[in-house]
């Protein structure tokens, strides 16, 4: 099993990286704000920095093992990586760039590679071409081919769609997911940006101050947050404090200030009645009712502002507590700042929040987990 195993600690005068993770050849997006230690988890990797301790081993290779006294030169790492800037040589053409990283090659050999890169990466007929007389998508196809000459197992892309307009994007996103369909090996990539990430990769690592917070399946931690700060980092923006006040299999009732809500847990048994809890939900799940009906609360408009697809909405209940909601245009219904309304927070979207607990969600009433019966 091809594997990279990650497992490190930098100190720094800001903050001490700390992150361990591993990838099955697969993509995993590394999000994160700015200076919380991405870049610098890539950087070690690739060999361009040097842990202080801990461990990095490729397909059962040992990269870097400080007990060891083991740290492998960047260039004997068959680890790609990618800048934000493309880093281009600017007096060399397409071909030549492409080339750089494999000019041991034969001749026959380097020309043959260049040119199957050219047509995989829609560059063909550019190959003579500078970057200066390229877009910038071009320009990131190029920087792309020249990492994957050297056919690399991983691939580092720091921030690689960044600088791009939103076509450009679109389509160079669409480009990477087919090229991981050749490409055997691991592909890492920051980005500050959660759709993309979601999109993109199938593991996600969440960070903050170079702390790894969160490590695993996308959608698992676009569900399930470990605490408040991934949550709010993915999105998870309301969270409510409460009591939970019933335990009824997997059914659990919170008590809040401004009433009560009700949601479903896998394992409930590790909270008891009368313990403060923390739960949370999603704007986009959050709906406007036409009456009181169950799993709702009463709150006040207090702004509504139009966007591309949905509204962007803010209410607050009675306790003050302001909740976003995003609500869909497909609804007729006109919303009026101050006037009052009553929000439904769907059961089966909301969660629970802490490093123990294990979430999931119902389907129109229906448990999907086994393990409460």
Request: aromatic share 6%.
């Amino acid at each position: 099993m091809l594997i990279l195993s990650i497992d490190i600690e930098k100190s720094l005068p800001e903050f001490k990286l700390k992150v361990a993770f591993q990838l099955d050849q697969e993509i995993m997006a590394v999000l994160g704000p700015s200076g919380c230690g991405k870049t610098m988890t890539l950087k070690c990797i690739a060999g361009l920095m040097v842990p202080d301790q801990g461990s990095i081993i490729l397909d059962e290779r040992v990269l870097f093992h400080s007990e060891q006294g083991v740290n492998l030169p960047a260039r004997e790492r068959k680890i790609a990586f990618l800048f934000q800037n493309y880093a281009l040589f600017p007096h060399l053409t397409v071909c030549e760039n492409i080339a750089f990283g494999i000019r041991q090659l034969p001749l026959a050999e380097r020309d043959e590679r260049v040119q199957k890169l050219l047509r995989k990466m829609r560059l063909h007929g550019l190959g003579h071409r500078y970057p200066a007389d390229l877009s910038g998508g071009q320009q990131q196809r190029v920087a792309l081919a020249r990492a994957l000459a050297p056919e690399p197992k991983v691939l580092l892309l720091d921030e690689p769609f960044s600088a791009l307009d939103t076509q450009v994007k679109e389509r160079l996103e669409a480009e990477l997911l087919e090229l991981q369909e050749d490409f055997q090996g691991h592909v890492l990539f920051v980005t500050h940006n959660l759709a993309e990430a979601y999109r993109l990769s199938s593991k996600m690592a969440v960070y903050d101050n170079g702390v790894l917070l969160q490590w695993g399946e996308c959608r698992s931690i676009i569900e399930r947050p470990v605490n408040k700060k991934v949550a709010r980092m993915t999105g998870m923006d309301n969270i409510f404090s409460g009591i939970v006040s019933k335990i009824e299999g997997c059914r659990l009732e919170v008590q809040l200030d401004t009433g009560h809500l009700h949601l479903y847990m896998d394992y409930p048994g590790g909270l008891v009645v009368n313990q403060e809890i923390s739960i949370a939900i999603r704007p986009e799940y959050i709906q406007v009712a036409d009456s009181q009906e169950d799993n709702c609360l009463g709150a006040e408009l207090l702004s509504c502002t139009e966007e591309l697809s949905f509204f962007k909405c803010v209410f607050r209940l009675q306790d003050q507590v302001q909740v976003k909601v995003h609500l869909a245009k497909i609804s007729e219904q006109v919303l009026v700042p101050g006037q009052s309304y009553h929000l439904r927070f769907p059961p089966e979207k909301l969660v629970v929040i802490g490093p123990h607990l294990q979430n999931f969600h119902v389907k129109k009433g229906h448990i999907k987990a086994s393990a409460c019966i």
